[in-house]
T-cell receptor, first 110, second 113 residues
Framework: EDKVVQSPLSLVVHEGDTVTLNCSYEVTNFRSLLWYKQEKKAPTFLFMLTSSGIEKKSGRLSSILDKKELFSILNITATQTGDSAIYLCAVVTSYGKLTFGQGTILTVHP | DGGITQSPKYLFRKEGQNVTLSCEQNLNHDAMYWYRQDPGQGLRLIYYSQIVNDFQKGDIAEGYSVSREKKESFPLTVTSAQKNPTAFYLC????????????FGSGTRLTVV
């Protein structure tokens, strides 16, 4: 059975802090790993990672994948209240199945 | 504009009734997916379909049924056998087995009263 595990499940920080969200996985025929941000309804795409060791950046967010150790991290620097959301990690297998982790609930206080 | 349309946005159902959630896409995507989300949690896969007239169970298929008679449509029926159906349901689609990412609908919130 494919498994994706995120940690921590919830995190409370203050504006300006840096956070690191973790995602580990055990799947058959790994193809790619995706990060999403979900605020109210549909998840919003952040990153797609397919190769180990190559950091992807978008503003204050960055992510990297380690295919040997089967994990990924999502970093958010200089957090803002608008970063408060559920962050979802998902893994795609070669058959196209998309499996999500439990999500990390991030709360950023002013 | 292309996208995924889920309807209705909100749905109330009495215990013991079956209900069908609609998901339609005009993106010409081959694959479609149904997920369930409970408050403060991640998405759990119910069913997915890579081609017309074929679908596979996900991790929590019990109490649900689907059909894929047309490429554009992937309706989900929540049956009376589903013990705790109150949840947020998201439909998604992808092209080329996810190589170009996934598109999500805006969801249906089902409440059993």
């Amino acid at each position: 059975e494919d498994k994706v595990v995120q940690s921590p499940l919830s995190l409370v920080v203050h504006e300006g802090d840096t956070v690191t969200l973790n995602c580990s996985y055990e799947v058959t025929n790994f193809r790619s790993l995706l990060w999403y941000k979900q605020e109210k309804k549909a998840p919003t795409f952040l990153f797609m990672l397919t190769s180990s060791g190559i950091e992807k950046k978008s503003g204050r967010l960055s992510s990297i994948l380690d295919k040997k150790e089967l994990f990924s991290i999502l970093n958010i620097t200089a957090t803002q209240t608008g970063d408060s959301a559920i962050y979802l990690c998902a893994v795609v297998t070669s058959y196209g199945k998309l499996t999500f982790g439990q999500g990390t609930i991030l709360t950023v206080h002013p | 504009d292309g996208g995924i349309t889920q309807s209705p946005k909100y749905l109330f159902r009495k215990e013991g009734q079956n209900v069908t959630l609609s998901c339609e896409q005009n993106l010409n995507h081959d694959a479609m997916y149904w997920y369930r989300q409970d408050p403060g949690q991640g998405l759990r896969l119910i069913y997915y379909s890579q081609i017309v007239n074929d679908f596979q169970k996900g991790d929590i298929a019990e109490g649900y049924s689907v059909s894929r008679e047309k490429k554009e449509s992937f309706p989900l029926t929540v049956t009376s056998a589903q013990k705790n159906p109150t949840a947020f349901y998201l439909c998604a689609s992808s092209k080329d087995r996810g190589s170009y990412g996934y598109t999500f609908g805006s969801g249906t919130r089902l409440t059993v009263v």
